[in-house]
């Protein structure tokens, strides 16, 4: 089978088991991210792809061949990091070109490939420079460059953007869906950044202290997720969640009412339902508008941040329990103001005791 497999793959170091069964398939030609927070396995994972890092237990196969002892060469990767470490004395030609050189490519043959990397990464005017007298991001594009210079099969990418600025991240992040859009690699790419995440994935993987938590498209995650873990690191601000009692069942639905709210009927999935204690709803920023009548649910502002082009409004509920609304637009609010908002009830998420996401599953 084409594409990458990763059976059961274990890594500790020492007495602390680091990845602990990460299995996974990934397709030639897709493009996967995986995400979680800080410290949780995605470098190591990358690196034991790499072949940089030997596994503890489980296996690699590339293209139905095992793979699991073959070196970061064999396997054909090329990996980006987030400190690119161009070689300072070296031209952006020379730098693009020097794993050629290293491998015994001849001379006219590197030229050709560097023009081609140059023209595919808009290099070309900068060839002649030094990496000093490059910006951040023409910095990162060499280092691609240098990267994509020996024709990678796997493409692996460790948090690539994180050094650059907001807005320079932004552009390279398009520049990359581009660059995989035209070369059609395998790519894996790392970071911590859910928007990186939900904008370049084919397949997003949310990883959490070694395993992998949740794997799909962005938006399947995104609307779909598996548990709190997920629905919390997808999506900015946050989503709310809400500790509710006295909720009933009432056919498919669940009958609930959010502290000081009007009754409401989320759909939940018998199967998964199988106790009411202690349930949360999920309820995105986004999926809560201002009412034009005094009903639904009273919020308290505490803190307004006005973007622009959007109001984040930071509040609480009749119970204390904090609750953040993201209206789109500028609306007129300050700390201390009391309104009414209406939640998207069919966008709600219910989560049970542990955690799990009980919702009911609408196709995509
Ligand atoms: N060479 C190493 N020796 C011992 N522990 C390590 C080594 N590399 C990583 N770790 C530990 O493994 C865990 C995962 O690290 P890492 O893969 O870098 O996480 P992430 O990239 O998700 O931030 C961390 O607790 C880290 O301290
Ligand atoms: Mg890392």
């Not at 081609?116 to 060499?142: F, Y």
Request: proline residues 4%.
């Amino acid at each position: 089978m084409a594409g990458l497999e990763l059976n059961n793959i274990r890594k500790s170091y020492g007495a602390t088991e680091v990845i602990r069964g990460v299995s996974l398939s990934v397709k030639e030609g897709e493009f996967v991210v995986l995400v979680g927070p800080s410290g949780c396995g995605k470098s190591t994972l990358l690196r034991c792809i790499a072949g940089l890092e030997p596994i503890s237990s489980g296996s690699f196969s590339q293209d139905g061949h095992d793979v699991t002892g073959a070196t970061p060469v064999e396997r054909g990767v090329a990996m980006v990091f987030q400190s690119y470490a161009l070689y300072p004395h070296m031209t952006v030609a020379e730098n693009i070109g020097f794993g050629m050189k290293i491998a015994g490519d001849k001379p006219a043959a590197i030229t050709t490939r560097v023009r081609e990397i140059a023209k595919l990464l808009k290099l070309e005017e900068l060839l002649a420079r030094k990496p000093k007298a490059l910006s951040g991001g023409q910095r990162q594009r060499v280092a691609i460059g240098r990267a994509l210079a020996r024709k990678p099969r796997l493409f692996l990418f460790d948090e690539p953007l994180s050094n650059l600025d907001a807005s320079l991240r932004a552009e390279m992040r398009v520049e990359l869906a581009k660059l995989h859009a035209s070369l059609g690699n395998t790519m894996i790419y790392v970071t911590h950044d859910q928007v990186e995440g939900m904008t370049l994935a084919d397949r997003i993987v949310v990883m959490n202290s070694g395993i992998v938590e949740q794997h799909g498209a962005p938006l399947e995650l995104f609307n779909q997720p598996d548990n709190k873990f997920v629905a919390s690191f997808l999506g900015q601000p946050r989503i709310n969640f809400i500790r509710i009692s006295g909720a009933r069942r009432e056919d498919a639905d669940l009958l609930l009412s959010l502290p000081g709210g009007e009754p409401m009927r989320v759909p939940i999935d018998a199967a998964r339902a199988t106790s009411l204690d202690s349930l949360e709803i999920g309820i995105r920023p986004e999926d809560i508008t201002l009412s034009t009548s005094e009903t639904g649910l009273p919020i308290t502002v505490d803190v307004v941040e006005q973007l622009g082009n959007e109001t984040i409004l930071y509040g609480h509920l009749r119970d204390a329990q904090q609750m953040v609304v993201r209206l789109t637009g500028q609306a007129n609010f300050s700390g201390g103001d009391k309104a009414w908002f209406k939640i998207a009830a069919e966008r709600a998420l219910v989560f049970d005791q542990n955690g799990l996401n009980i919702g009911r599953r609408s196709a995509q």
